[in-house]
């Protein structure tokens, strides 16, 4: 009986074609062997490695490529803060640290001292909340001593009168507190007085001392604000910085 034979056709590329060997048996009967070349698996792997070692070297780059970029946007982020400043940091003692002290004015019935201008109300009876709300109506604030010189000097200031501080005692707190919200340093002045329900201070008769927050006949209200250049210097300084080197943040020397 007749055997089916099957033929198939094997199109393989040149790496991957068979090698056929034929090989004859003492019975003269003639088989064909075929043999396949296996794909280099090492080559495979090398190619994979390379791949993901060239990613992850493109991945870093890129890393540090942002990483340059928003350092560089956060120093020209400065440079335009420092050297073009806004409506909404005006130009004042803090903000012209080469200014000399002798060149910063203060408005009229205001008392100048180092870089500060002090008003000292001649008005009494004013509450906390009042006083503080007078002094916020001329650009101004209640006053925070800073220091032992500033300290003196409004002692001498106060001799014969009681003005408001912006200084007072937080209850939920327990704690003396300044208006900017730092807390009272007992090394700069002790404070005088009963606590209980006087939870205001005042600076007068060279001490300071609790006081109601309501105002009593002997309180009077005290502001303070930074001293700025006076209106002939500031024409010139606006005058000066329009003539000057870009980049160079110089104060002129007439100042």
């Known amino acids: ?24 048996d003492v019975q003269g009967s003639t088989y064909t062997e075929v043999k396949l070349n296996s794909r280099d698996t090492n080559a495979a792997t090398g190619h994979t490695s390379a791949g993901r070692s060239c990613s992850r070297k493109h991945v870093a780059a890129l890393v540090a490529l942002l990483v340059v970029i928003i350092l560089l946007l956060v120093l020209a982020g400065c440079l335009v803060h420092q050297y073009h400043p806004t409506a909404s940091s005006p130009q004042d003692s803090t903000t012209l640290p080469q200014v000399p002290d002798e060149a910063l004015a203060c408005p009229k019935q ?13 008005n009494t009876q004013k509450d906390w909340n009042a006083s503080r709300k007078q002094c916020t ?23 014969h009168n009681y003005y408001l501080l912006g200084l007072t005692y937080s209850e939920r707190e327990q704690k003396w507190k300044w208006i900017n919200n730092m807390e009272h340093d007992p090394a700069l002045f002790n404070i005088s007085g009963p606590h209980g329900d006087y939870l205001c201070t005042v600076i007068g008769f060279r001490e300071v001392h609790t006081a109601p927050c309501k105002g009593v006949k002997s309180t009077q209200n005290m502001c303070e604000k930074a001293a700025t250049l006076s209106e002939k210097l500031q024409r010139k300084l606006d005058r000066e910085l329009k003539r000057r080197v870009p980049g160079r943040n110089v104060i002129p020397s007439f100042l």
């Open 137 to 159: 109506a001329m650009g101004s604030d209640l006053v925070i001593i800073d220091n032992k010189e500033e300290l003196h000097y409004l002692t001498e200031q106060s001799r």
């Open 110 to 122: 205001w008392e100048k001292h180092g870089r500060k201008c002090y008003f000292f109300s001649p």
């Open 1 to 24: 009986m007749a055997e089916d034979i099957i033929y198939a056709d094997l199109y393989l590329p040149e790496s991957a074609r068979p090698r056929v060997q034929k090989v004859t």
